[in-house]
């Protein structure tokens, strides 16, 4: 069932937007508010779940495992630097707990599209991972081309939409920031026992390493072009209304990582160079205050722990804060 | 950090897993979680989770955690599913991927998956008062967020929660428990290791109330003198569970109610404010007459948190009230006629002899 919006509706939101005046009384770029926590899931490496304002939850799972490094027989060079390199895969659920439109397979498309942006932006450079610290072994060639016999650590996000209310890819990208800062690598210690590699994890919670390069992860703004103005962080209606949505994907340093144009009208370069200007400076004030706020947490939940004595598990509020 | 105090290891690619044979139950009769055997995990439920959901649950039994949404009864959404003289109920599962020790996606469309599904199905069917919902359809959705065994009974304890926070009338609520055998003694909600392990393992729905069962699944084997003491075990589980996610509810309730009640007094006491400013103009004064008289009520029933101020009625009414004395009059006798002229025709030819 697709959700429609009124003539009058849309009139209405225009307005609005060309007056600075949105329903719910924000200004054209004002956030809602953004609400997290991290370290939920105790199966995963790291995990956190974001809520912007009372609609939009999701929640990340962070999953890192051991797999081998696949090269696909092209040039040597190319595959020489993969060969040194971790991957990362994502993947975006939304489930039907979101939004009734979610259901059976009414979710497969959306899936994969929000699945593709994520790819396109966290595998490459831009993503700031160091993706080289990811790997256990380096390639080593026996026969020129196809043979390997290499692993490296594959580092699997797994993304939860739970609740939809509008902005649902910011809020993604936000999660896994969380979720990327809260996830903690275990040691590896390669031997080599009669030739063959054998590879020892340890379990030890104190070796695990944080990501390196974390804090390079950018965040994502989706500005949404109603009328000739524009607006960050749209309701369901507001979404309904916009002609078209450019995603700027911006990190701390300001620099972009990678940019999205969707939706079925279309956007005038000066408009355009507008939209990534704000799209920046509004992403790097997020980055700021988010990564303020992320660092608090995480030294509240140590403190709380050793205070509790080390073995306790912390008590995380996970579903039962307050609605 | 806690977070990765986890049971399960990693394992290399190129070495098989090694599966130690642990004790499920070592000799102080404790359990490879420290419990015992007849104890159940412990278990945290809190329905109305989610904003969009008609009714939404999110329940924690031990390591285990189910979210439902209960969307209906509403429009089914394939004309397919409709059922002329009772609401169609549909449940949908899915395990988030990083739900289990090692990442593995699930398709929607597993064969296990939708098995589950259907035992949650067949297990509401009879228990929600589906025919006063007609050709509707309520959806049922559950998402498993971490696994550690109990999928089955974790499902139904969500579902019920989150089928009386939509409002979805039951019969009764639906509480289900798993219970297991081994080393000579029935065992009480099994996790994920004792699942995987030999032993048998039944799951029991049943309506807490009346004791009666609506599911019952068992897939080992099990010696049938043995069984009755396993379900009578799983039983008691249940009502256990009963008791707790009652409380659950009832507490989300109060503070629902305290919360509604609060804002009637601030709405009660916003409008009088306005009164004041005189905001009504004069017109409106006999609509304000019965506003009044609400607020009163309001106020005797609800001393403790409403405001001090004693609301006088304005006293510009008497003209008004006379007017409106007459007109009822008026209506009554004529009402009374009009009864008459129905029940003795005769009466209307005296009337018009009268008039004349």
Known sequence: MQTLISHSERDYILHGVESNLRADGRGRLDYRQVTFETGLISQCSGSARCRLGEGTDVLVGVKVEIGQIEVDGAEEVVNDKKAKRGRVVCNVECSPIASQQFAGRGAEDYNNELTQIMELIFNGPQAGIDLEKLCIVPGIWRDVIHYNIVVAHNRYHAEQVLDYAGNILDTIFLTTRAALYNTRVPKTIVQEVEGMMEIEVLDDVQEAERIVGWEQIPIAVTLNKIGSRHIIDATPLEELATEAKLLVSVNKQGKICGMQKSGEGSIEPSLLNEMIQTGRTIGQKIIEAFDVRLREEEVESLKSSSRGGGQINIQKLGFFAAT | MENLEKEGKIFPQFSSPTMSRQELLNPAGLRIDGRRVTELRKIKCKPSVLRQADGSAYIEQGNTKCLAAVYGPREPRLKSQIIHDKANINVELSYAPFSTSERKKRAKTDKRILEIASAVKQTFEPVILANLFPRSQIDIYLQILQFDGGTVQICINAATMALIDAGVPMRDYVCACTAGYFENEPVLDLNNTEESSDSPELTVAILPKSGKVTLLQMESRLQVEKFESVMNLATEGCKAIYKILDKSIRDNMKDAISNTIKFYCNVSTLLKE????????????????????????????????????NYQPSSSQPNNSNISIITTLILIIGIFLGIFTLLRPNFSYWIACLSW
Do not use: R, T, V
């Not at chain 2, 905001?279 to 009520?297: F, G, L, R, T």
């Not at chain 2, 005797?300 to 001090?308: D, G, Q, R």
């Open chain 2, 274 to 309: 306005a009164e004041k400013l005189h905001y009504y103009d004069e017109a409106d004064s006999e609509s304000n007459d019965e506003e009044s008289d609400e607020y009163q009520e309001f106020e005797s029933e609800n001393s403790i948190c409403c405001s001090e101020q």
